[in-house]
Antibody, heavy 121, light 107 residues
Framework: QVQLKESGPGLVQPSQTLSLTCTVSGFSLTSYHVHWVRQPPGKGLEWMGVMWSDGDTSYNSALKSRLSISRDTSKSQVFLKMSSLQTEDTATYYC???????????????WGQGVMVTVSS | DIQMTQSPASLSASLEEIVTITCQASQDIGNWLAWYQQKPGKSPQLLIYGATSLADGVPSRFSGSRSGTQYSLKISRLQVEDIGIYYCLQAYSAPYTFGAGTKLELK
């Protein structure tokens, strides 16, 4: 059974760094790409970046200077770190899996439940 | 970045009615288009990918089509469980971009 679950702090202070973990089960990180998507309260979806199955990464250029995605395949975990957080980074953060293994199919068929992160002092 | 212009922003329809939502891409994206449904407090669910392919487990009343750079999602007979917000996604090139969403309500 495919599952993704995000975890991390619910509250982050402005200017601090956000660290989130996406723990997956039911598939291998060396076969499927895993994306991060966020959604501010009451607003739309924004693609943040991807950990490709080969270990490479791609980022949204709007966030690239602040964003880092990494992984630990032995623990089936993908990590997101974003620095210099501001109030506008308040959002629900999702990790999501690509549709097909080892192919370019950036359609997200399985999503985590999301983790709400509030940036506030 | 590729812009996706989604319309309408909101839509009120009756049960069994045909509903159509559209997305206009700012450039050619081929068939690299997906549609998602999101219900309150839930994660988005993939409905359509490759512009016209139905995702696993999605009812056949949902369909996708393409005309040039305009993409449409059609719900052939609206059901209560179809209420939610719908988003398109261009998957042609990073950064992958979503439409602003269409809020579908029951009339």
């Amino acid at each position: 059974q495919v599952q993704l679950k995000e975890s991390g702090p619910g509250l982050v202070q402005p200017s601090q760094t956000l660290s989130l973990t996406c723990t997956v089960s039911g598939f291998s990180l060396t076969s499927y790409h895993v994306h991060w998507v966020r959604q501010p309260p009451g607003k739309g979806l924004e693609w943040m970046g991807v950990m490709w199955s080969d270990g490479d990464t791609s980022y949204n250029s709007a966030l690239k200077s602040r964003l880092s995605i990494s992984r630990d395949t032995s623990k089936s975990q993908v990590f997101l770190k974003m620095s210099s957080l501001q109030t506008e980074d308040t959002a629900t953060y999702y990790c999501a899996r690509d549709l097909s293994p080892l192919m370019y199919t950036p359609y997200f068929d399985y999503w985590g439940q999301g983790v709400m992160v509030t940036v506030s002092s | 970045d590729i812009q996706m212009t989604q319309s309408p922003a909101s839509l009120s329809a009756s049960l069994e009615e045909i509903v159509t939502i559209t997305c206009q891409a700012s450039q050619d994206i081929g068939n690299w288009l997906a549609w998602y449904q999101q219900k309150p407090g839930k994660s988005p669910q993939l409905l359509i990918y490759g512009a016209t392919s139905l995702a696993d487990g999605v009812p056949s009343r949902f369909s996708g089509s393409r005309s040039g750079t305009q993409y449409s999602l059609k719900i052939s007979r609206l059901q209560v469980e179809d209420i939610g917000i719908y988003y398109c996604l261009q998957a042609y090139s990073a950064p992958y971009t979503f439409g602003a969403g269409t809020k579908l309500e029951l009339k």
